[in-house]
């Protein structure tokens, strides 16, 4: 999928303002500017799990779309890894993004990608709203592993995910690879390019829609089981 700016805004404002009007247990913080008058407020806050195998990109997409400074916690890597990369994360990244003018704000947590450090994904999964796996198109050596993880974390999490095909320009490879980590057929699927701000947008775009079709779905489960609603 490739959008404009434009069509990234409207769909993001319309995101928006169906998500206010479904999300019903609202968080509500109201941040004080420093002369005491209160600053924009968030209502809405939603917790993105940013996963997936060692290299596949997931510090790159917190990097490319965070609106305020990134906690990172890379260091340099030795062995094996360095022929990868220079630099991996060991706990984790911390980045947000709030939607314009909007009280939607996303916390993007991103997790380390190799096994020995699986323990800071077990810490990082708490209350997630939506897992956001991330799984390099060109590094086919990850992905049987990384379906393995895949499945094992959102049937423990229960939780809607968006796959995240990195260095991937084609939808149809895209969902290829997704479905060959066994994503499910109802699970958002985007090709992107992380080191670039607006492809990463387009995967934040995406996680929003996610958020919006799980609060529907939620919300509808509640109506059909609500007595006063049976008439
Ligand atoms: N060419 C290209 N390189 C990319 C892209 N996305 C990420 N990279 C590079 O791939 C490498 C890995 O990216 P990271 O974002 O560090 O990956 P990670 O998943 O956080 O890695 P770990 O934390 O070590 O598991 C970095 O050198 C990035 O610059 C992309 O879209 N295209
Ligand atoms: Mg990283």
Redesign the pocket.
């Known amino acids: 999928m490739s959008m404009t700016t434009m069509d990234q805004a409207a769909t993001e404002q319309a995101g928006a303002d169906r998500l206010d009007a479904d999300h019903s247990s609202a968080d509500t913080t109201s941040p004080k500017m420093s002369n005491g008058e209160p600053s924009t407020t968030i209502e809405h806050t939603f917790k993105i799990l940013v996963t997936?195998?060692?290299?596949?990109?997931?510090?790159?997409?917190i990097?490319s779309v965070s609106q305020t400074d990134v906690v990172s916690t890379?260091v340099l890597?030795s062995g094996d890894?360095s022929e990868?990369?220079?630099?991996?994360?060991v706990a984790m990244?911390f980045g947000t993004y709030q939607l314009p003018d909007e009280a939607i704000r996303l916390l993007l947590f991103?997790?380390?990608?190799?096994p020995r450090f699986r323990f800071m994904t077990n810490i990082l999964k708490g209350d997630v709203d939506v897992v956001a796996f991330?799984i390099?198109a060109e590094a086919r050596e990850t992905h049987a592993a990384a379906g393995v993880e895949l499945r094992s974390l959102l049937s423990d999490l229960r939780v809607p995910a968006v796959i995240a095909v990195?260095?991937c320009d084609d939808h149809e490879q895209a969902q290829r690879i997704a479905r060959s980590l066994g994503a499910l057929a109802g699970e958002a699927v985007i090709p992107?390019?992380?080191?670039?701000e607006s492809?990463g947008r387009e995967v934040i775009v995406e996680i929003l829609l996610t958020l919006l079709d799980s609060l529907e779905e939620m919300s509808s489960e509640s109506r059909d089981h609500d007595p006063a609603e049976v008439g």
């Not at 991103?110 to 190799?114: A, E």
């Not at 992107?192 to 670039?196: A, E, K, T």
């Open positions: 997936g195998p060692f290299a596949a990109g997931k510090t790159s997409l990097q890379d890597t890894e990868v990369k220079g630099e991996t994360t990244d991103g997790t380390p990608g190799q991330v390099n990195n260095r992107c390019q992380l080191v670039d492809s």
